[in-house]
């Protein structure tokens, strides 16, 4: 049975995972013959927020605690990410990615990966031709953690965040929420859910089981 990776960095859209991306992920890949493992840092934070208020609390969260929400206590942490083998990564956005596993949110596209076992975990699966999904924000880790290697992705509308996509020398193409992108030379597909803040939710998943679908056909093949 192929095995693939999901990666999760809290529990929230505005300092971790966003949840009804995550949900829709893991609902998407339940329905395809594959075996799931979901990691998250065993780190606090970088920020913790009121979802009601949207400001900062000054509490300290732990990540991976945060993430064992979403999945249900089925966790692992992220330093162990480089001990099993999978055959693809799949990773939900949400202001986690831009903010708890690299600096894109403060440093765009100068922004560093803060988690060198991912880092290195994307690169090697990048050299060995194994796809990668990325939901919402997360291309723009990708993005960073692969710079120069001239990949094809969205982040859904032209912007500020395709710009500095473009300065890392990939290319970016517009795309609707419920629409996929795919970079069939790096294997990378890419969607953007909630990079459309009012994107309806049944919109958002729709996006979602279309990368899934491909990144499963991508292993299968």
């Given amino acids: 049975m192929k095995s693939i990776a999901v990666i999760l960095s809290g529990c929230g859209y505005l300092d971790g995972s966003e949840i009804r991306e ?9 329905q395809h013959d594959v075996k799931v493992k979901i990691f998250a840092p065993d780190e606090p934070q970088t920020i ?19 993430a064992a929400r979403i999945a249900r206590g ?6 162990m990410l480089s001990d099993h083998d999978y055959d693809a990564l799949i ?6 990615v831009a903010k708890n596993l690299c600096t894109f ?9 803060l988690y ?12 060995d031709g194994r796809p990668i999904g990325a939901i919402c924000i997360a291309p723009a880790l990708i993005g960073l953690a692969l710079k120069g290697k001239k990949l094809e992705l969205t982040l859904g509308a032209d912007g500020n965040e395709a710009e500095e996509m473009r300065k890392l020398g990939h290319t970016h193409f517009e795309t609707k929420p419920n629409e996929i992108h ?4 790096n294997k990378l597909v890419t969607t953007p859910a909630y990079m459309y803040d009012d994107a309806p939710i049944n919109v958002v998943f729709e ?13 299968q093949r």
């Fill in 207 to 219: 996006g979602i089981k279309k990368l899934v679908g491909e990144v499963v056909r991508m292993i």
């Fill in 182 to 185: 795919i970079d069939k030379t």
């Fill in 74 to 79: 089925k966790i692992e942490p992220l330093s």
């Fill in 91 to 96: 990773m939900p956005g949400g202001f986690g």
């Fill in 48 to 66: 913790v927020m009121n979802h009601y208020s949207g400001k900062a609390t000054g509490d300290t969260r732990n990540m991976l605690a945060e």
């Fill in 22 to 30: 995550s949900v829709a992920a893991l609902w998407a890949l339940s």
């Fill in 116 to 127: 060198k076992e991912l880092l290195y975990d994307i690169t090697a699966m990048h050299s």
């Fill in 105 to 113: 949110a403060a440093d765009g596209a100068s922004g560093t990966i």
